[in-house]
């Protein structure tokens, strides 16, 4: 009986080391160098890249670690969608039409066992109604109602009807989403399987465009209506030619396209932004649509597809040389003059001369005062600056987003980067 039990002992010990093995295996990397299958197709002036950079560096203490603790590694996939758009919005798609070297086609959406994936949005809000007083956090900021969307695009059984699948976790109540910033500033994981809720107010929902417009409480509703839908094939061509390669939306956008194409032609997508500026997308009533993603800033790392309980995870990764942003020393009126699009972040040194739990503002002597913004951190919460000290602060230069262009200039920070100077004699 000994020698029967260490033989079966020693079994499960190879079967938990097969285990281990093989979900370390699982883990793939994702990077401009080796893509794995993904690809990234812009339309109107969004940008979107593998990147080390963008707001999570100056918006938290450590800019990819997940709240949960998860390490995300060097960076992320990073997407962006400008403040102005016209009848066809910008918009950025990242698609993948493989698994494990298979071919997503045909794959029916019940084989489908995880769709996971950290999602994070930016915190600098997109717009106010009190232009005269932006400075308190406590006013009704306005920010991009829905994070990086996860999209099936699948076809009925016969291959007559064909549809898309959108996962939209923000908001109990409204499929629109909502954008009081309270699920901003976050790595957050999202579960569209098995949802884990990981923030107030969040649900599991998926929403497909009509007809019929639907909306399911859970993938299990979508599953017991859809199941047997299949993944389409990656499409080469565009709408014009045959195909469904089309970042478009109708006849009337550019390019033209319909609701079931996709920009990369492929049939699993994340993506930020929507195809046109007016529609009637989640209710009768035509919708401000390109209001849900203006001036949006986001990311999206660590995602993982399961196929019949086999799963694979996309750890997206930038460039193998790719450097962290420098931090460059200016004075106020240098870092004044930053380019609003550059990747370098600045540090700024001054006497508070005015502040709030939100703000605060350092003069250096050289005549500009520049204004900062903080956010709270998971350790820091709250400003730590006070009136008449003297701090040194690194981050971002930006102007306020909807303020005109000669508005003043603002450093984009976290308390966790700000240190405080003794006073000078």
């Given at each position: 009986?000994?020698?029967?039990?260490?033989?079966?002992?020693?079994?499960?010990?190879?079967?938990?080391?097969?285990?281990?093995?093989?979900?370390?295996?699982?883990?793939?990397?994702?990077?401009?160098?080796?893509?794995?299958?993904?690809?990234?197709?812009?339309?109107?002036?969004?940008?979107?890249?593998?990147?080390?950079?963008?707001?999570?560096?100056?918006?938290r203490?450590?800019?990819?670690?997940?709240?949960?603790?998860?390490?995300?590694?060097?960076?992320?996939?990073?997407?962006t969608?400008?403040?102005?758009?016209?009848?066809?919005?910008?918009?950025?798609?990242?698609?993948?039409?493989?698994?494990?070297?298979?071919p997503?086609?045909?794959?029916?959406?019940?084989?489908?066992?995880?769709?996971?994936?950290?999602?994070?949005?930016?915190?600098?809000?997109?717009?106010?109604?009190?232009?005269?007083n932006?400075?308190?956090?406590?006013?009704?900021?306005?920010?991009?109602?829905?994070?990086?969307?996860?999209?099936?695009?699948?076809?009925?059984?016969?291959?007559?009807?064909?549809?898309?699948?959108?996962?939209?976790?923000?908001?109990?109540?409204?499929?629109?989403?909502?954008?009081?910033?309270?699920?901003?500033?976050?790595?957050?994981?999202?579960?569209?399987i098995?949802?884990?809720?990981?923030?107030?107010?969040?649900?599991?929902?998926?929403?497909?465009?009509?007809?019929?417009?639907?909306?399911?409480?859970?993938?299990?509703?979508?599953?017991?209506?859809?199941?047997?839908?299949?993944?389409?094939?990656?499409?080469?061509?565009?709408?014009?030619?045959?195909?469904?390669?089309?970042?478009?939306?109708?006849?009337?956008?550019?390019?033209?396209?319909?609701?079931?194409?996709?920009?990369?032609?492929?049939?699993?997508?994340?993506?930020?932004?929507?195809?046109k500026?007016?529609?009637?997308?989640?209710?009768?009533?035509?919708?401000?649509?390109?209001?849900?993603?203006?001036?949006?800033?986001?990311?999206i790392?660590?995602?993982?597809?399961?196929?019949?309980?086999?799963?694979?995870?996309?750890?997206?990764?930038?460039?193998?040389?790719?450097?962290?942003?420098?931090?460059?020393?200016?004075?106020?009126?240098?870092?004044?003059?930053?380019?609003?699009?550059s990747?370098?972040?600045?540090?700024?040194?001054?006497?508070?001369?005015?502040?709030?739990?939100?703000?605060?503002?350092?003069?250096?002597?050289?005549?500009?005062?520049?204004?900062?913004?903080?956010?709270?951190?998971?350790?820091?919460?709250?400003?730590?600056?006070?009136?008449?000290?003297?701090?040194?602060?690194?981050?971002?230069?930006?102007?306020?987003?909807?303020?005109?262009?000669?508005?003043?200039?603002?450093i984009?920070?976290?308390?966790?980067?700000?240190?405080?100077?003794?006073?000078?004699?």
């Amino acid at each position: 009986m000994k020698k029967c039990f260490a033989r079966t002992t020693l079994l499960s010990t190879v079967v938990v080391v097969l285990v281990a093995a093989y979900a370390k295996a699982a883990v793939v990397t994702v990077s401009p160098e080796h893509m794995q299958g993904w690809v990234i197709v812009t339309n109107k002036g969004a940008t979107a890249d593998l990147v080390t950079h963008g707001p999570a560096m100056y918006e938290r203490e450590k800019a990819f670690v997940a709240d949960d603790d998860t390490d995300l590694g060097k960076g992320a996939y990073y997407a962006t969608i400008g403040i102005k758009s016209g009848a066809t919005p910008p918009i950025a798609w990242l698609g993948l039409d493989t698994f494990d070297g298979q071919p997503l086609a045909g794959i029916a959406l019940k084989r489908i066992t995880s769709l996971e994936y950290y999602a994070y949005n930016v915190h600098i809000p997109t717009g106010t109604p009190n232009r005269n007083n932006w400075s308190s956090w406590k006013l009704w900021w306005t920010y991009p109602k829905q994070l990086i969307q996860l999209q099936l695009t699948a076809q009925s059984p016969d291959g007559k009807q064909r549809k898309q699948f959108w996962f939209m976790p923000w908001q109990k109540h409204k499929v629109r989403g909502e954008n009081c910033g309270r699920h901003c500033k976050k790595w957050l994981r999202y579960d569209a399987i098995d949802f884990n809720h990981p923030g107030p107010m969040m649900c599991g929902r998926w929403f497909t465009f009509g007809p019929p417009r639907q909306e399911f409480a859970s993938w299990t509703d979508l599953i017991e209506t859809y199941g047997d839908w299949a993944l389409v094939p990656t499409s080469t061509v565009g709408l014009a030619e045959g195909g469904w390669k089309s970042a478009g939306w109708d006849d009337t956008t550019e390019p033209v396209g319909t609701p079931t194409c996709t920009a990369t032609g492929t049939c699993l997508n994340f993506v930020a932004g929507v195809r046109k500026e007016d529609a009637d997308v989640f209710e009768p009533e035509t919708i401000k649509w390109a209001n849900d993603y203006r001036g949006f800033k986001g990311y999206i790392d660590w995602f993982t597809l399961g196929i019949d309980g086999k799963s694979v995870t996309y750890n997206f990764e930038p460039a193998a040389d790719a450097q962290p942003p420098k931090i460059i020393e200016l004075s106020n009126k240098e870092a004044a003059r930053m380019e609003p699009d550059s990747t370098d972040l600045v540090r700024i040194s001054g006497m508070v001369v005015d502040r709030t739990n939100a703000m605060f503002a350092l003069d250096d002597g050289s005549g500009c005062a520049v204004y900062g913004f903080l956010y709270k951190d998971i350790k820091t919460t709250q400003n730590p600056a006070r009136l008449g000290e003297r701090w040194s602060v690194w981050g971002h230069m930006e102007r306020v987003p909807f303020e005109p262009d000669d508005g003043p200039p603002l450093i984009w920070t976290s308390a966790s980067h700000m240190r405080k100077l003794k006073q000078q004699k």
